[in-house]
């Protein structure tokens, strides 16, 4: 069983940055992890990807050139890094864990099988 908590949520002034942290409890060195994020009234969107070993990453076509999706599997811990942050990236942003077995990145919710509670982004303009 894995769990995973998201941090470094917050509140940014527009342009600004927050790098968001991801823990997972057991080890999760063979799982590809994700990051979504779902804002008020609209459905649950994907914006970044990394495969288990970390050398193949997806980005949303939103977020691409701004955000920075790594991990260190000595920590079991996932990062995204946001740069250039832009009012309608506020949201609530999760992260995820899935067992790939091709090793590849996954880009649908559907392919995860463990979830976080979420943290709160909030880009002030």
């Known amino acids: 069983q894995v769990q995973v908590v998201e941090s470094g949520g917050g509140l940014v002034q527009a342009g600004g940055s927050l790098r968001l942290s991801c823990a997972a409890s057991g080890t999760v060195i063979k799982y590809a992890m994700g990051w979504f994020r779902q804002a008020p009234g609209k459905e649950r969107e994907f914006v970044a990807a990394i495969n288990w070993s970390g050398g193949n990453t997806d980005y949303a076509d939103s977020v691409k050139g701004r955000f920075t999706i790594s991990r260190d599997n000595a920590k079991n811990t996932v990062y995204l890094q946001m740069n250039s942050l832009k009012p309608e990236d506020t949201a609530v942003y999760y992260c995820?864990?899935?067992?790939?077995?091709?090793?590849?990145?996954?880009?649908?919710?559907?392919?995860?099988?463990?979830w976080g509670q979420g943290t709160q982004v909030t880009v002030s303009s």
């Open positions: 995820a864990a899935g067992f790939s077995r091709t090793g590849a990145t996954m880009t649908t919710g559907g392919q995860y099988d463990y």
